[in-house]
């Protein structure tokens, strides 16, 4: 057998680093630092369950209006009860989260919860940061009504704030940061049928820091801030998710084997037909 020829070594070499490239490209974004991103390290019970009882290491909630309707679960446990007194089922199917690990399920009724939020170090002021993560929405089992739901996130020295005028279908919801440098952006809008559900979703964000330490702030948003109690529920898991996970880095670096591959196959293509 003959070795292959340096031109040949050169063009799939250049195949896989051009691989290599893109998903360095795709990686040399600035994530922002969060830690415990998929919610599996926890003090206390057990998921399903309060996020506040759940206790997420280094995630925090932010002050409640009324009723505490925001909850860590765990995989294959969003359509059914809970161990939080008021944890509710939403209709299914619903699949798990494709990052795995635990999630965020949250009323999105603006009297009904508040954010979770956690603190964000080491940040360069003016600096803008990337942040992804996953999100799903749908309703709360015996109720019905087409939702829409989304996910407030916000990076300042404040966390978010949550302030509700009216009351039952009557209120309406607005949120501020009281950081006047905050940075505030709302996630892709998600529709959900009536007793139905939306799938999961990669969002990417980009949020600018202006201070060394920021407060990292989620709230979930549902039917534009209305207090109407159908309920829209929000979904969040993955927090910081990559863009680019490593499965897909593989496969692209798969394709530049295959590149090389391909250019072996042509040169003994080519022999064959001068023999």
């Known amino acids: 057998m003959r070795p292959l020829s340096l031109k040949a070594i050169a063009l799939g070499s250049t195949a896989i680093g051009l691989t290599l490239g893109v998903v360095g490209s795709a990686q040399a974004d600035t994530f922002l630092s969060v830690t415990n991103l998929t919610f599996t390290d926890y003090s206390g019970p057990a998921p399903k369950n309060y996020f506040s009882t759940v206790d997420p290491s280094g995630w925090y909630r932010g ?23 008021n944890s509710y089922p939403v209709y299914g199917p619903f699949a798990n989260p494709p990052p795995g690990g635990n ?38 089992q015996s109720f019905s009504g087409a939702t829409t739901e989304q ?24 949120y501020a940061n009281t950081d006047p440098n905050a940075t505030v952006v709302a996630s892709t809008l998600m529709n959900t049928p009536s007793q139905g559900t939306s799938p999961w979703q990669l969002v990417t964000l980009s949020l600018t820091a202006d201070a060394a330490t920021d407060v990292l702030s989620f709230l ?56």
């Open 63 to 85: 002050p409640v209006i009324s009723d505490d309707l925001v909850f860590i679960d765990a995989p294959g446990t969003a359509t059914v009860q809970g161990g939080g007194q």
């Open 103 to 140: 999630f965020v399920q949250a009323d999105g009724n603006p009297s009904f919860e508040s954010t979770f939020d956690q603190n964000i170090t080491g940040l360069v002021p003016g600096e803008t940061y990337t942040l992804s993560f996953w999100q799903a929405a749908g309703q709360q």
């Open 151 to 174: 996910w407030i996130v916000s990076l300042g020295t404040s966390p978010l704030t949550v302030t509700v005028k009216g009351s039952g279908g009557t209120g309406t919801g607005t």
């Open 220 to 275: 979930a948003w549902g039917d534009g801030g209305s207090t109407e109690n159908e309920p829209p529920t929000v979904f969040l898991a993955g927090v910081n998710s990559p863009a680019l996970p490593e499965p897909v880095s593989l496969s692209l670096f798969g394709v530049g084997l295959v590149g090389l591959g391909g250019v072996v196959r042509r040169r003994r293509g080519k022999r064959d037909t001068k023999a």
